[in-house]
T-cell receptor, first 110, second 115 residues
Framework: TQLLEQSPQFLSIQEGENLTVYCNSS?????LQWYRQEPGEGPVLLVT?????EVKKLKRLTFQFGDARKDSSLHITAAQPGDTGLYLC??????????FGKGTSLLVTP | DTAVSQTPKYLVTQMGNDKSIKCEQN?????MYWYKQDSKKFLKIMFS???????INETVPNRFSPKSPDKAHLNLHINSLELGDSAVYFC??????????????FGPGTRLTVL
């Protein structure tokens, strides 16, 4: 099971600001998923990236997968309070379950 | 309709007790999971079942015993509860075991507090 490093661990910003969070590993990802977990709820899948260099957009969220497939980033443009939550990256644990990073906890204040 | 449901939502109990958490999914998925999220929000796989058969059992104490009566249900029974078992437990399901590109659907979690 490879170690997924996420940074920053905590991020507190004001509404309207932009931010980027990162997910890195020393090993190559076969593919990578990003989840968002809101307080008191389970994680919800945002995106899956598979191909090195891939960029996917989900409204104000932009996901990038590194060319070497060892890193990924999530950029949020003009953050809103509804973006508050825990952002988790995950890869496959032996192919049968998810192996999560420790997450980035984001707080967006009005 | 809730896709993955868990009961109870909150569970407060004394050390040494035995408790169960129930999970049901109505998505028709073949694979179900139990994850544990600790106080630092780290989410870690405990068990994975495919078609009622155990396919992953991470380094979990044998006080934890999952039971899958059918493909739609995966319950978690915990014996002799310890303080360190306090956490949020999430059930999840997916249609395919072993496919990272598949979506896992998580339940709302059960917050277990052991006193």
């Amino acid at each position: 099971t490879q170690l997924l490093e996420q940074s920053p661990q905590f991020l507190s910003i004001q509404e309207g600001e932009n931010l980027t969070v990162y997910c890195n590993s020393s090993s190559v990802f076969s593919s990578l998923q990003w989840y968002r977990q809101e307080p008191g709820e389970g994680p919800v899948l945002l995106v899956t990236v598979v191909t090195g260099g891939e960029v996917k957009k989900l409204k104000r969220l932009t996901f990038q997968f590194g060319d070497a497939r060892k890193d990924s980033s999530l950029h949020i443009t003009a953050a809103q309070p509804g973006d508050t939550g825990l952002y988790l990256c995950a890869d496959s644990n032996s192919g049968y379950a998810l192996n999560f990073g420790k997450g980035t906890s984001l707080l967006v204040t009005p | 309709d809730t896709a993955v449901s868990q009961t109870p939502k909150y569970l407060v109990t004394q050390m040494g007790n035995d408790k169960s958490i129930k999970c049901e999914q109505n998505l028709g998925h073949d694979t179900m999971y139990w994850y544990k999220q600790d106080s630092k929000k780290f989410l870690k796989i405990m068990f994975s079942y495919n078609n009622k058969e155990l396919i992953i059992n991470e380094t979990v104490p044998n006080r934890f015993s999952p039971k899958s009566p059918d493909k739609a249900h995966l319950n978690l029974h915990i014996n002799s509860l310890e303080l360190g078992d306090s956490a949020v437990y999430f059930c999840a399901s997916s249609s395919i075991a072993g496919a990272l590109t598949d979506t896992q659907y998580f339940g709302p979690g059960t917050r277990l507090t052991v006193l």
